[in-house]
């Protein structure tokens, strides 16, 4: 099966590997947007797998040149520790405009990244 161009495989085989998958749909992330590694999980085909997208993240960032710093946890928060990437990651996503709220976390409601997904 092709798929007819969607931002998951880009118009290639829709056979494509998790990993691959996962890659493009970083990829596609949009400045001032987020996404959720359980959501990139899912629309790569594999809801249970957000562990797997940290892996992809953290194994191929620089790789791919990834903008690994629009991935947040689900609630929104950054997952990194101080002193690991934490401060680095909220500040390319506030340089971006994402909004932090009181607790740290960004509003998904506002900046939430929604993909249009065609097959």
């Known amino acids: 099966m092709v798929c007819s161009?969607?931002?998951?495989?880009?118009?290639?085989?829709?056979?494509?590997?998790?990993y691959d998958r996962t890659v493009n749909l970083i990829r596609s992330i949009p400045e001032g947007k987020v996404a959720t590694y359980g959501q990139i999980a899912g629309y790569a085909g594999n809801r249970r797998a957000a562990r797997q997208?940290?892996?992809?993240?953290?194994?191929?960032?620089?790789?791919?040149?990834?903008p690994w710093h629009r991935v947040v946890n689900s609630k929104g928060g950054i997952s990194l520790k101080p002193g690991h990437g934490r401060e680095l990651q909220k500040?390319?996503?506030?340089?971006?405009?994402?909004?932090?709220?009181?607790?740290?976390?960004?509003?998904?409601?506002?900046h939430l990244w929604k993909p249009t997904l065609t097959f």
């Open 91 to 110: 500040k390319l996503l506030a340089e971006e405009g994402i909004v932090f709220k009181e607790d740290d976390s960004v509003d998904l409601k506002r």
């Open 5 to 18: 161009g969607c931002l998951v495989c880009q118009g290639g085989n829709v056979k494509e590997s998790f």
């Open 53 to 66: 997208v940290a892996y992809v993240l953290h194994s191929s960032s620089e790789k791919h040149d990834l």
